[in-house]
């Protein structure tokens, strides 16, 4: 994911849905070097046909009825930044036409407007379909296929990387913003690790928001249930919360050395991919024993 963050080129984000496509997006985007412009997110599914255009390239005062000022478009709105089309293989066949005029560097102009702009965006697509199929089948120009899709990464289900989970949990609590309470531990985490988890980390964020304010854990999905939790004996008093933190810690330590050997233990880049400051990140490597 480094990589195409320091690259400028399209990226096309696989996965199903749920599993934090539009995470990753954002990711690659904030450590970009177009991370001081703008992120602007598209569902290109919800964008109708008839008013894809004024959707994208925005619109002039009077050039339809009910337009009662200039607006911008997406790409006004990404310009300099980053154009996020989620749900691409959405996207009409006259769509594509639009868009791969504006890829290609030939511009685009506003509805009912005459002078013709050249926006400075990179976009990132993402997808839950094989594109391939799609243009085997006719459903999507070969020639935008090819521009979109020069640097494709595909996010594996949260089922494949469950090791992920309390990362995740600790990252959804945070962003959130609930009071400090603690994570699930226990039978909680557990039973959290031992679930299939069909509608991946959407599903995993509905879940703590539930379990954060009602202090139940509860699996909602009719077609999947979590299996047994391995039986273990009953923990002595104050046994279930230090297993808990020695947990916690081992998931993080493994978590941050993996990330140090795939960047080469650059700890300013291993830092910015964290989220936090150089001299945390060193406190880190040293309690945490990494070496």
């Not at 964008?47 to 994208?56: C, G, K, L, Q, T």
């Not at 085997?136 to 090819?146: K, T």
């Not at 999947?224 to 947990?247: I, N, V």
Request: charged letters at 30%.
């Amino acid at each position: 994911m480094q990589q195409s963050a320091d690259m400028d080129a399209a990226v096309v984000i696989y996965g199903e849905s749920g599993t934090g496509k539009e995470l990753a997006a954002r990711h690659i985007h904030r450590l970009s070097p177009r991370s001081g412009g703008r992120f602007v997110p598209v569902n290109c599914g919800a964008v109708p046909e008839a008013i894809f255009e004024s959707e994208f390239f925005g619109y002039k005062k009077g050039a339809f009825s009910g337009a009662e000022k200039n607006t911008e478009g997406y790409l006004d709105v990404a310009d300099g930044g980053t154009l996020f089309l989620d749900e691409v293989g959405e996207i009409s066949l006259s769509g594509q036409v639009k868009l791969l005029r504006v890829i290609d560097g030939r511009g685009y102009t506003p509805v009912g407007g005459r002078r013709e702009k050249h926006p400075n965006l990179r976009i990132i697509a993402a997808t839950n379909k094989d594109l391939k199929k799609l243009v085997e089948n006719g459903d999507m120009r070969e020639d935008f296929f090819f521009r979109i899709h020069v640097f494709p990464i595909t996010m594996p289900p949260l089922r494949d990387r469950k090791e992920d989970i309390p990362i995740l949990i600790d990252w959804l609590i945070r962003s959130s913003g609930f009071p400090a309470a603690p994570p699930p531990g226990g039978d909680a985490l557990r039973r959290l690790l031992a679930y299939d988890w069909p509608g991946n980390v959407r599903e995993l964020q509905n879940i703590i928001h539930r379990y954060m304010s009602t202090r139940n854990l509860d699996f909602l999905s009719t077609n999947d249930r979590p299996a047994p939790a391995p039986a273990e004996d009953p923990p002595t008093p104050g046994q279930e919360a230090q297993t808990l933190r020695a947990a916690v810690h081992e998931f993080e330590r493994r978590y941050i050395r993996r990330i140090l050997d795939r960047h080469h233990w650059h700890r300013a880049k291993v830092a910015k991919i964290l989220g936090v400051d150089r001299r945390t990140l060193l406190r880190k490597i040293r309690t945490l024993g990494i070496d």
